[in-house]
């Protein structure tokens, strides 16, 4: 199986537009983990990638010969922002999104630093709207940051959705602080044709 785990960073806030709407926010880079799973999912081989807004033709081919496409939030907000860079239908491939399995299983959006706090001990580098900043800063030091926490949005999580796929369940604490276990299922389906790939 070929799976690709990826995260998308912007160009705008949401506040630099007129509307809601995503697909005005601009690409400025994409951090994918392209992997490559066994029969019993287990990572054979896997490596990260990133790539700026003017060439994105490498994710493209990742996600076409991707099995499955994993995200946070990234059906609702990822997939809209990339969509004006390609004439390929994104939201037909097989994508799980986390944060949707979230919604459907526990009733409302969990963050992914709260996820990653409870579940695997750990945090997000940095935040998105610092992100924004160091695009429009543009130099080196500030672009080498925007690539630096996009890659490490995609290894955590590539790590909490592998947690998910082995333990069926997320932790993270609730608004009063309370831990908190949602249950989960990021098994694949068997499929009767084993050539149906990156499409539902």
Not at 69 to 97: A, C, E, M, R, W
Not at 108 to 130: C, F, M, P, W
């Amino acid at each position: 199986m070929k799976e690709v785990i990826f995260d998308v960073e912007t160009q705008k806030l949401f506040s630099d537009l007129p509307d809601f709407n995503a697909k005005g926010l601009g690409v400025s880079v994409v951090s994918s983990y392209f992997r490559i799973l066994d029969k019993d999912l287990n990572e054979v081989s896997g490596q990260i990638s990133s790539f700026w807004h003017s060439d994105l033709s490498g994710l493209w081919e990742q996600f076409q010969t991707a099995d499955r496409i994993i995200g946070f939030n990234s059906i609702h907000f990822d997939v809209p922002v990339l969509q004006p860079y390609t004439t390929l239908p994104l939201h037909k491939y097989n994508h799980l999104d986390i944060m949707d399995h979230i919604k459907n299983s526990f009733g409302r959006r969990i963050s992914l630093n709260a996820i990653a706090k409870q579940t695997l001990g750990t945090s997000k580098t940095d935040v998105g709207t610092n992100a924004v900043l160091y695009w429009q800063k543009g130099d080196p030091e500030s672009l080498a940051k925007l690539q630096s926490y996009c890659e490490a949005d995609v290894i955590l999580t590539k790590d909490i959705y592998d947690y998910g796929l082995k333990h069926n369940s997320l932790k993270f604490k609730d608004k009063w602080n309370t831990l908190r276990e949602v249950k989960i299922d990021f098994s694949y389906p068997k499929l009767e044709n084993s050539d149906q790939i990156g499409l539902f």
